[in-house]
């Protein structure tokens, strides 16, 4: 029963882990770590007591290999390791690889991963029944006192091993409960900023929006009633309280709908193709406008999942960083943007040339407001003029 609830729940990591190996030896280097002194140990005991038939070879062997897939599905490397031992429950070794130490290591994983007191109970008996099965194979009905206390042993390491793993992710789970304390918190202040934007979205289009709407309705009535008195100047306020009038429609659209489309763009497996997308769409346009250069993207493999806020936060700030280039690079040298995804964090590296200026920073005011926030996330945001070439640097976590 044991071993069937572990596979199946084996089979079902199977997938999501082998798309990201790497990713997931990263995540767990205290799980690679356990794994690497356990096999250490394990071809310690191997190299005192070698094998002497082929059985007992291909146990050790089989073992070893359940260890190291551990590393990658600790409930597929657990099972295995446990179907060793029913084997040797039926036919025993002779010489061979210690299995202590992985047995120890399967029981403590397999109560880490389920993380209940009834597997921690279920892998005891366990290895109970096994331990049992193989003295009395060994030693037929009347056990000697030197092998009682050396089945003792294997059980209190089992043991100890049991209680640590549950310990562990009982930590663990306190951690997740106050990560999501924390996520619900943020969404709740997300949802309050979406409310707000929608709130002074509405009173722009209400003020805003409407006068620069009868301005440019006056200007056409003057220029109908009146087409040869300053028809110039009308014709010129008609279309700059156009132009504005589109500018804040779509100030209001970006208010009312960005954070409903962002909302849904918090999946670390999305995140890098909707960067890209972002910033192609971007080079495209200024390249329509003579700029040429092109964004890099660095996918190292994140670690964690991206917060919502923070995501939203990140195009943003895109966004912003080729606005500026849009309006102060010059065409005689390309732009240069390299995005670096890596473990739980994003990093930005942004340069273009510009023209000599009175301002020493373009886009000054714009990005100050994206530093203080991007400080608040606990990340750094900075921006400098060297030899006529602008220069920014961004290091924002993604959690």
Not at 230 to 242: G, P, V
């Amino acid at each position: 029963m044991l071993e069937r609830n572990a596979a199946r729940a084996a089979l079902a990591d199977l997938t999501e882990t082998m798309r990201h190996p790497v990713r997931e030896l990263r995540t767990h280097r205290a799980r690679l770590a356990l794994v690497i002194i356990t096999l250490m140990l394990t071809a310690a005991d191997w190299s005192v007591r070698p094998t002497v038939d082929a059985y007992s070879m291909m146990i050790s062997i089989l073992h070893m290999a359940s260890i190291a897939l551990i590393c990658l599905l600790p409930r597929l490397g657990a099972c295995g390791i446990l179907a060793v031992e029913i084997a040797c429950c039926f036919v025993d070794t002779s010489g061979g690889a210690s299995r202590l130490w992985g047995t120890c290591l399967a029981s403590g994983i397999i109560v880490y991963v389920e993380g209940t007191i009834a597997m921690a109970v279920a892998c005891f008996l366990a290895n109970l029944l096994m331990q049992l099965s193989q003295t009395r194979l060994n030693e037929g009905p009347h056990v000697q006192g030197p092998t009682m206390s050396a089945g003792v042993f294997l059980l209190s390491c089992a043991v100890i091993a049991e209680i640590t793993g549950y310990g562990l992710r009982q930590r663990n789970d306190m951690a997740q409960h106050k990560d999501s304390a924390y996520r619900r918190s943020i969404q709740q202040q997300e949802d309050s900023h979406t409310l707000s934007l929608l709130e002074y979205a509405s009173q722009l289009h209400d003020s805003v929006a409407g006068s620069l709407a009868s301005i440019s309705l006056t200007a056409q009535q003057h220029i109908s009633e009146h087409p040869d008195v300053d028809a110039a100047t009308w014709n010129r306020i008609d279309e700059e309280s156009r132009q504005a009038l589109t500018q804040v429609h779509r100030i209001i659209d970006a208010m009312s709908e960005g954070q409903r489309t962002d909302a849904s763009r918090g999946n670390d497996n999305d995140l890098p193709d909707d960067l890209r997308a972002l910033c192609h769409d971007h080079d495209r346009a200024l390249a329509e406008q003579g700029l040429h250069g092109h964004a890099e993207l660095h996918d190292f493999g994140l670690t964690v999942h991206p917060d919502i806020g923070r995501v939203r936060m990140l195009r943003s700030l895109i966004d912003e960083l080729y606005a500026n280039m849009a309006k102060y690079a010059v065409g005689d040298t390309d732009y240069q943007l390299s995005v670096t995804l890596c473990d739980d964090y994003i990093e930005i590296m942004q340069t273009n040339g510009i023209a000599p200026m009175t301002h020493p920073s373009p886009g000054n005011r714009g990005l100050t407001v994206h530093a203080r926030r991007i400080g608040q996330a606990g990340g750094d945001l900075s921006y400098t003029i060297r030899d006529a070439q602008w220069i920014c640097f961004v290091h924002l976590p993604l959690v």
